[in-house]
């Protein structure tokens, strides 16, 4: 080294972050402020998961030791704690780091530090550029793969509709956006964005209803799903509505709007009716083993309140994550457990209904949805499962079966080389 | 009613600018034993104190010594951000060229914003500028195109030259991380800008504008134009503002919106004001109080076995009750504390020195000129 | 004009007077329906001190406020030196050559008393914006500059052993003495008094009327108070307003034997004889 | 012509929510010359006080009424325990305290009550009057809110202008020492104030949750906004901040409607700067007073 | 003698941090009587009216109402209790209009017409004030204001008056007026007065009694002609 300084790396010491009997991993939530609503409860829900999991021998005889920080949803603050969970923390990798904005912030740091930055909780197509970003990998299915599926779908069953856009003003809506207009671009006849934070959307949906819309999709976040289902009903405006994966959360804006019966409203679900996508099975599906296996989980090793659906989104990251870990093998790495994702990453099964799209070339996550239609607390298929690829991939049909968990609820998946 | 002029000589000034410089050149070495000493993550968290502490230095010299009140610091601090966001793009520019234009550019903006804020006083002040924090994060979101939109800029941070960490290592034998680099830079600023605040406030600047504070109308009668005096203010305390978000921006490595929101502008005064109003120390230990206080809370929430995300709100509550803690017991903030506690060492050694007032009531109604004080 | 003889007294008089350094001609300042000035006119001549008394609300500190700017008249002129000024700023009463104290203190609560002077000499610094910044020696100079102004000003008016106190914690006659001597740092020609006797006891306003007629050998002086021992003493002239008019003029004596000015303001003889003592 | 109608009334009746917010501002100000900022976090306790009642089978009047209450209890206790210390101090420390106490509160509630989404029942109907042959965007509730707004309007205007407590608390507010010496209990028109306006506050905190989604921090967009309208008023005026609260609501709903929604802050302040650039003190202030 | 008087005030001490204001300061106020305190600039003549009236505290005696203790009492029950002060400089609250700043001061207990009643009973004596009623009271001017307060203690008809340089920025011919007032007030209704003034002379000229402070102590308390007349004492400390 210049100036006569010590290497780098010396030696064959441990990987950082992984001792004898653990792996240390974190992420970055938002648990307080205006975004903590529903997104603080997903790290509950992997480290219930990853109490399983230690409680069942763990991966590879070590626990994982699960951190996770609170960024308030500010990417200052995100860099801050990441900071914190690297360097003083000392993590091995990063596990669902939730928020466009937010994880932004840190993707140099994260890469240029060789952190694993895996399963990034957020459909941005910024997660996938493996030249660029060789730690990083997506996780859930893009907003465009989801955009594309849905408008395909109108394409198909509503060909006449009129339809309008309901957009969050950032990455999200466009992505989206972007999907539809692939497929509908000459039936919509309006997009409007709302700024998130500004939660007065009577504009928005009065211009929606102003334009004559019969259709609306919906890429937005669950409290504007909720926001926007209230507005309409003030001006009785009752288009289809279709809405993202992400805004659509049954259980949780179902149960949202059909409080409101107390104060004598309406009947209890206003949300029926409305179509969405699914790529996880959710609370709803209650004989769905993997639902089962989770209730489960949750009973013995989760916090206060009810498995949501928001905690089955973060059980899967992780569950995802406990398959890399195995892959990497016995004497995991930094660069082993990328490597080994690169090359296992599309046959992994598991809770999701279609592959990840890993590959050396990709770090895109799920590769699709299935549409689905909101009937009281549950949902009812309006689709089989679809999968495609960002641009102009094709979307087709996915044909396997969806595999149940593994016995014990621990995946079991092969060292890598 | 002559004057022995041994007692006049006893108030002219032994070299202000020598007794600062000695004073930051002290700091400095502290400064580098510090960041030497201490482990890659506190360097980052020093790292981020510094950006906090050049704009709150900056937010005392305003709000301390001139009296107006900014509760929009953030959006100036935004503005530095996403200036020296566009320069560094693509590393088309040294980043001591990026701070400069941040710098310039955010005084512009002073002018601006202090020419619409000279004629307001008190809670009117205090609206326009939490208007002004809410307000201009969004002009980041309108021209998406340029500016990232809620994403925002992502900045690639300045490497630590080849020269600089051989020097480093040939005086400390310590490794020089990016981290330990950019708190470097953000120190060298601060010390920097402290320093050159120090010199503004011993002299005739920082004199008029505690004048201009006091009594609106006697600095008038002496010839103070009260409209520049109070736009310079905001000008100075602008360009330290746009000098913390271009540190910001490099240490954070991106300027996004959600970075500036109305919390960040909160956050600065109330550092300004716990640490001690109108001083440049205070400032620095408000700054310090804002970066260390929430982790060290959070670690002693989860220690206490609280959950990870009922220990992250135990942040904002001891932080919330440390604030009106802080201002119940200790006024005058932290430095009203150590200035009492020196006061009284000098009583104690019978020399006693002149007695400040407390603080009065800032601008709030007309005074009344028929009394008496 | 609403008394012309009072105009004749003025303009008219017995001395030769020479050229009025400061002049307000035909003053008239409304506030809503209330007519605080009605057609006033005032002439300060170079070292003299000229009075101004009337009944409280008569308008006294309104024409002050006229002359400093801080009130336009509604009709009416000033001049200074014999040039007309068109448009009054307070803040460039100072650099004219003219100062004024207030009717309170108006001191600077958080400034020693030898910042507060100094900022009374404020409009002699030369160095700017940059010099300070970096603490140049220019600037270094011109602190030392303005601190000998300001050490002069407190040592005449007497207050320069309180240098590095804050005004607050001074006991109110000395707090008077340093608005004095930061009025006096601006080394004005006009010097504009309003009540500067008021809460001091007798000792000190014999002395404050002293200090005053000393001023004359520098500058001119327009004082105005109710305290009759310090204005009959001091005076060269007096003025008499009573509700926003011009009701006598004249010398100290003309004026205090005039039955308007004892029925408006004076009232019976019970105070009047206090000079006398 | 219909979205027209509609970004009206929906602008209408999310400035009566400012407007509500904005008079418990100013009740605050006009009482103890205090910005509270910790308005919002209080009003959104007792909210959730109301919440947890009516969860437990109580009725929403009853949820109502013990929010009211609540807000009032905690306007007197804040007031007499930390508020106290600092008035008659410098302005900011004030101003830092009910910052640090936003703060606090808002977390103590995310701790006690879970930082997640929760539904808030309204008391009337939800859904929009029907005109001719299309719903118009305005709801029973909206008149409830725009009615309450007007009542604690007018309530407030009476108060300080025919009332001897309301003269007293102006003069305890502007100078203790004169009320003290006048024989005016200064400590308990201080609590009074604070009280009253933690009363308004918590109503407007009922308004907004009204048939909407609560969450620990939502009230944050009502208190800049509330902020805004009540400077816009000019402080001191009851009728001020209703004005300025439907100016802003108005305002924001067109420029969102027509303009985009991004620019709704950008108007905010673009609104509020253009007005005191003409008024200094807000369109209500009376003429600026003598200065010297 | 000890219950003929109204205020009594008991070997007083205050002190602001260091500075020792009054010393152990005895003083004796009766009905129907004018008390004048003088002394020069700094005797503690402000610090002791502040003391009776509450708004400092003594840290040592006491002050007595109609023999009731009252030291430890707050501000606003002494005011209830009959007294009012008039404040040196500062009194008028000057966002508030006249009428307010007036009806400030007889918001105890009496009937609406009676308050109207007093209220144009100071109109009268101040007929300045009666023009500018609704104006805000910060346009007023300084002998303006300080009418407004005096006008105001009045008005509730106090037992005791603290009055702290009432002639303050007043006209002389006002200062007569005000001192006439002040002796009729005192001979109808038997009122106790504390004058405080500068102004020696004027101030003995009415008095009945007086004490002169120096340096928080009393040093001389006599009745007022006595003290007038006391060649020594004058020009010691009265300065005429
Ligand atoms: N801004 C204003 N608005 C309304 N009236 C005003 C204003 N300023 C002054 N006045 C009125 O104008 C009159 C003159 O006031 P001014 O202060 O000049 O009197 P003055 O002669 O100085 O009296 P004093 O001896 O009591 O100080 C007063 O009656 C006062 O109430
Ligand atoms: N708030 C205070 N803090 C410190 N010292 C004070 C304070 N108020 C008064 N003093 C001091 O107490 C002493 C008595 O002051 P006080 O005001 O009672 O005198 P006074 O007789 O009323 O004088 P004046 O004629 O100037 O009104 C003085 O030495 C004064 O400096
Ligand atoms: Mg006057
Ligand atoms: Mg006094």
Known sequence: GAGGRPDENEGG??????????????????????????????????????????????????????????????????????????????????????????????????????????????????????????????????????????????????????????????????DGEKGARAYIDDQIVAAERYAPGNTDVAPQIAALQASGADLVIGFNVPSYTALSQLTAMRSNYEPQWIYSNVGSDPALVGSLLGRFSEGKVTDASMLDGAITTEYLPGVDEADNP????????????????????????????????????????????????????????????????????????????????????????????????MVTDNGDAEITEYTEEHAPPPENGIPNVEPVG | MSAPTAAARRFLPSSVFGRNLLTVLVALVAVV??????????????????????????????????????????????????????????????????????????????????????????????????????????????????????????????????????????????????????????????????????????????????????????????????????????????????????????????????????????????????????????????????????????????DLGMSGVQAAQLAPFVYGVVLVVVMLAAPGGVMGIVRRLRHAGRRARGRGGPSRPAAGKQGVGATDQGGRG | MTSPGVSETRYLGTRTDPAPLFAATGVTVRFGGLTALDDVSLAALPREVHGVIGPNGAGKTTLFNVCCGFVRPDAGTLSWRGREIGDLRPHRLAGMGIARTLQGLGLFRGLTVVENVMVGADRFHRSGFLSGLFALPRSTAD??????????????????????????????????????????????????????????????????????????????????????????????????????????????????????????????????????? | MQQFLNVTLGGLSQGAIYAAFALALVLIWRATRIINFAQGSMAMFSTYIALVLIES???????????????????????????????????????????????????????????????????????????????????????????????????????????????????????????????????????????????????????????????????????????????????????????????????????????????????????????????????????????? | MTDEATLEVRDLTTRYGPVTALDGVNVRARPGEITAVLGANGAGKTTLLRSISGLVRGTDGSVLLGGRDMSRAPVEAIARAGVAHVPEGRGVITELTVEENLRLGDLLGATRPQRRHRLDGVYEMFPALAERRRQEASSLSGGERQMLVIGRALLSGPEVLLLDEPSLGLAPRIVTQLFGLLRDLVDRDGLTVLLVEQNARSALAIADTGFVLNLGRVVAADAADTLAADDELRHAYLGF
Not at chain 1, 52 to 57: P, Q
Not at chain 2, 136 to 152: H, K, N, S, T, W
Not at chain 4, 242 to 256: D, K, P, R, T
Request: hydrophobic content about 50%.
């Open chain 3, 143 to 277: 602190e030392r500059r303005l601190r000998e102004r300001a050490w002069h000003a407190m040592s005449e008016a007497g207050v320069a052993g309180y240098a590095a106190a804050y005004p607050g914690s001074l006991p109110y006659p000395v707090q008077k003495r340093v608005a004095l001597a930061r009025a006096l740092a601006t080394e004005p020609d006009l010097l504009l008094l309003d009540e500067p006797a008021s809460g001091l006891g007798h000792d000190e306003i014999e002395e404050l009327g002293a200090f005053v007629r000393g001023l004359t050998e520098r500058m001119a002086v327009i004082l105005v108070d109710h305290h009759m021992d310090l204005v009959m003493s001091a005076c060269d002239r007096i003025t008499v307003l009573d509700f926003g008019r011009v009701v006598a003029a004249g010398s100290p004596g003309e004026v205090r034997d005039d039955p308007a000015v004892i029925d408006a303001y004076l009232g019976e003889a019970a105070d009047r004889g206090g000079e006398h003592d």
């Open chain 1, 13 to 174: 010491a441990a990987e950082v972050g992984v001792t004898e009997d653990s792996v240390k991993v974190g992420a970055h939530f938002p648990l307080t402020g205006v975004a903590a609503p529903g997104y603080s409860a997903i790290p509950t829900g992997a480290k219930a998961y990853f109490d399983y999991v230690n409680a069942n021998g763990g991966v590879h005889g070590r626990t994982i030791d699960y951190v996770f920080r609170d960024d308030a949803y500010n990417p200052t603050n995100t860099s801050q704690v990441v900071n914190e969970l690297v360097l003083q923390d000392e993590i091995f990798a990063m596990v669902g780091g939730l928020g466009t904005p937010t994880h932004s912030a840190v993707l140099d740091f994260l890469n240029s530090n060789g952190v694993p930055d895996l399963f990034v909780s957020s459909g941005s197509l910024l997660w996938d550029q493996p030249e660029k970003n060789p730690m990083t990998f997506g996780w859930q299915p893009d907003y465009e793969v989801e955009g594309k599926i849905i408008g395909q779908y109108v394409k198909q069953n509503f060909p006449d509709a009129k339809v309008g856009l309901f957009l969050q003003d950032d990455d999200f809506g466009d």
């Open chain 2, 33 to 302: 034993l510090v960041l030497e000493l201490t482990s890659p993550f506190r360097n980052s968290q020093l790292a981020t104190m510094s950006y906090y502490a050049i704009a709150a230095v900056g937010l005392t010299v305003l709000t301390g010594l001139n009296g107006q009140i900014s509760l929009g610091h953030g959006a100036l601090m935004a503005v530095g951000a996403y200036t020296t966001g566009l320069l560094l793009e693509n590393e088309a520019m040294p980043f001591p060229v990026a701070m400069l234009a941040a710098m310039v550019v955010t005084a512009v903006a002073g002018i601006v914003v202090g020419a619409a804020a000279a004629r307001l006083h008190g809670p009117y002040l205090a609206g326009a500028t939490l208007a002004l924090a809410v307000g201009v994060p969004g002009i980041a979101i309108y021209f998406d195109g340029l500016l990232g939109g809620e994403q925002g800029l992502r900045i690639s941070s300045p490497t630590p030259p080849d020269w600089f960490a051989d020097a480093m290592y040939f005086l400390t034998a310590g490794e020089m991380t990016s981290a330990r680099y950019l708190a470097y830079i953000g120190w060298g600023t601060l010390l920097l800008v402290v320093l050159l605040l120090a010199n503004l406030i011993a002299g005739r600047y920082g004199r008029i504008w505690r004048a201009v504070r006091d009594d609106e109308i006697a600095a008038e009668l002496a010839g103070v134009r009260l409209g520049r005096m109070r736009v310079l203010a905001f000008v100075v305390s602008a360009a330290c503002a746009g000098l913390a978000g271009a540190v910001l921006a490099m240490v954070v490595r991106l300027a996004a919106p959600s970075g500036f929101t109305i919390v960040l502008s909160l956050a600065l005064l109330t550092a300004v004001v716990v640490g001690g109003l109108g001083s440049l120390g205070g400032a620095l230990l408000g700054s310090a109080l804002l970066v260390f206080l929430p982790p060290a809370v959070t670690d002693i929430g989860t």
């Open chain 4, 57 to 292: 089978g109580q009725s929403y009047w009853a949820g109502f009424a013990a929010a009211l209450l609540a807000g009032l209890v905690l306007g007197a206790l804040i007031e007499r325990v930390v508020i106290r210390p600092v008035e008659g101090g410098p302005e900011l420390n004030a101003v830092i305290v009910t910052l640090g106490l936003f703060v606090a509160i808002q977390a103590l509630a995310a701790i006690l009550f879970g930082a997640s989404f929760e539904s808030f029942p309204a008391p009337f109907g939800l859904s929009g009057f029907s005109v001719g042959e299309f719903t118009v965007a305005f709801t029973p509730f909206s008149a409830f809110v725009i009615g309450s707004v007007v009542v604690v309007m007018l309530a407030l205007v009476a108060l300080f202008r025919f009332t001897d407590i309301g003269l007293r608390m102006r003069a305890s507010a502007f100078n203790q020492e004169v009320a003290r010496l006048l024989g005016v209990r200064v400590g308990n028109m201080l609590t009074l104030g604070w009280a009253f306006a933690a009363v308004v506050g918590s109503l407007a905190g009922l308004l907004i949750a009204g048939g909407n989604l609560v969450h620990p921090a939502y009230m944050d967009p009502v208190i800049v906004y509330g902020f805004v309208a009540a400077v816009l008023g000019g402080l001191e005026s009851p009728a001020g901040a209703v004005v300025g609260g439907l100016l802003i609501g108005l305002a924001l709903s067109y420029v969102s409607g027509y303009l985009g929604s991004e620019l709704v802050t950008l108007a905010a302040l673009g609104i509020l700067v253009a007005v005191l650039l003409v008024r200094p003190h807000g369109l209500f202030s009376r003429t600026t007073a003598r200065r010297v």
């Open chain 1, 290 to 385: 993997w639902t089962q296996l989770w209730q489960r989980i949750w009973d013995e090793h989760g916090g206060e309140g009810d498995l949501s659906n928001y905690r089955i989104y973060g059980m899967s990251q992780a569950y995802t994550f406990v398959q890399a870990l195995q892959a990497a093998g016995p004497e995991p790495t930094r660069e082993g457990i990328v490597d080994a994702l690169e090359q296992v990453g599309q046959d992994l099964q598991g809770p999701a209904l279609v592959p990840y799209r890993y590959s050396p070339d990709s770090h895109a996550g799920l590769s699709g949805v299935k549409v689905v239609q909101i009937t009281g607390t549950t949902t009812k298929e309006l689709s089989p499962v």
